[in-house]
């Protein structure tokens, strides 16, 4: 398990469970270092004023806040005052149901565990877990990690809890103004419904994978083994769609031919008489009856 970020407590009412927050993403990207092209030495940041080109060392460093025509001065000081009340304390709020909670205002994911063995605890934080679980409701709470103060939904997930930072509502972008152009044509709606349902699977997130970083790996293994890289030819764009129904029915097909086997096409393209079927391999049969 990651390293423990906070501990505290989560609290309602009078009950108050001990718990300790981890990170529940790990970072798996890719980062390079800065270096001098020539040298390949590393590459030192440092800060230098635009009015005298001196050197500006961090403990000179000052706040300013740009303000019409005008830049206010903020110092640490000042910054302090406005510091959000330390406490060890997850302050639940309210509980609400967890379909109500639009995704658009999740930001960072936590776990939240117990902290001990104790029997009072273990047995008070089970409880959170079983009853936001069986009633699907997620609470919502308040509280202070280093100098910021966060909005959380703490829910049931996969046996434990889960807390989730959020955005404040006035982070979101409204959407008022972005309507859409009048209704949809029944026959769309169907016909677009039909494809997702094609289309529709069980949620398993281990089907997907991260190409672009696979590629890079990939990259930097030809480099280490002193290979050349060919950037890849740039794929043309796809127009728009001209003919919206026409397109819908044509994906349909081809998403129902998908689920044949090779067999199963060969008795459809016996059906519809296409010449030279048995020689075709599967995803020719699917072309010929595209």
């Known amino acids: 398990m990651a390293r423990s970020l906070w501990t505290g407590s989560l609290s309602f009412g009078l009950v108050n469970v001990p718990v300790q927050l981890s990170s529940a993403v790990r970072d798996v990207g890719i980062h390079f270092r800065q270096l001098h092209a020539k040298t390949h030495r590393p590459v030192d940041v440092k800060r230098f004023c635009s009015a005298e080109d001196v050197e500006v060392q961090y403990r000179d460093v000052a706040h300013g806040y740009e303000l019409d025509d005008n830049v206010v001065i903020v110092t640490d000081e000042d910054l302090e005052t406005v510091e959000p009340r330390k406490t060890r304390t997850i302050e639940i709020e309210a509980f609400v149901p967890l379909s109500g909670v639009d995704p658009a205002y999740f930001n960072h994911p936590y776990v939240l565990l117990p902290i001990g063995d104790s029997e009072g605890t273990l047995r008070a934080y089970q409880l959170l877990v079983e009853v936001m679980a069986t009633t699907d409701r997620a609470a919502l709470g ?34 008022t103004g972005i309507a859409p152009a009048g209704r949809a044509k029944k026959a769309a709606v169907e016909q677009t419904v039909a494809l997702i349902e094609e289309l529709s699977v069980d949620w398993d997130p281990s089907r997907y994978e991260d190409r672009h970083r696979e590629r890079l790996a990939s ?54 008489d296409v010449d030279g079927r048995s020689n075709m391999s599967r995803d020719e049969l699917m072309e010929a009856l595209s």
């Open 219 to 272: 990259v930097i293994e030809r480099k280490r083994k002193g290979g050349t890289v060919k950037a890849p030819k740039p794929e043309r764009e796809p127009a728009a769609t001209p003919d919206l129904m026409a397109a819908l029915e044509q994906s349909l097909a081809k998403m129902k031919l998908e689920g044949l086997s090779k067999q199963e096409l060969l008795e459809r393209a016996a059906d519809e």
């Open 142 to 175: 308040r509280f202070v990690m280093r100098t910021k103060e966060y909005l959380v939904l703490v829910r049931a997930r996969e046996g434990r809890l889960s807390l989730v930072t959020l955005l404040w509502h006035d982070e979101v972008r409204e959407s």
